[in-house]
């Protein structure tokens, strides 16, 4: 069993910068890949992005592509998510999710674990 926790989130201006956590309890959590989902008020949940165990060439979602950043430090049982030059489009609920595995999926039914989200909202 693995639990998530985000945090991070919060009120910017558009072109401004934040940086999300998601701390996960486990002992193996090298094992898990983890991913950032993102959920706007009457919206699908959508893909951010992934990591896997080695962290090598995470996919991002082509909307936030050159703007975040995936990571992780396996030491910590932490993934980040840094987020620059966001846009009033970012404004959502992101998720991060985990999976007992190192392939690298999108869909958001391959994820077995989930946070409880943290809200972000960028202002115009």
């Known amino acids: 069993q693995v639990q998530l926790v985000e945090s991070g989130g919060g009120l910017v201006q558009a072109g401004g910068s934040l940086r999300l956590s998601c701390a996960a309890s486990?002992?193996?959590?090298?094992?898990?890949?983890v991913a950032w989902f993102r959920q706007a008020p009457g919206k699908e949940r959508d893909f951010v992005s992934a990591?896997?165990?080695?962290?090598?060439?995470?996919p991002y979602a082509d909307s936030v592509k050159g703007r975040f950043a995936i990571s992780r430090d396996n030491a910590k049982n932490t993934v980040y998510l840094q987020m620059s030059s966001l846009k009033p489009e970012d404004t959502a609920v992101y998720y991060c999710?985990?999976?007992?595995?190192?392939?690298?999926?999108?869909?958001?039914?391959?994820?077995?674990?989930w946070g409880q989200g943290t809200q972000v909202t960028v202002s115009s």
């Open positions: 486990g002992r193996t959590f090298s094992a898990y890949t």
């Open positions: 990591i896997g165990g080695t962290g090598i060439n995470p």
């Open positions: 999710a985990a999976r007992n595995g190192l392939a690298v999926v999108v869909a958001a039914f391959g994820y077995d674990y």
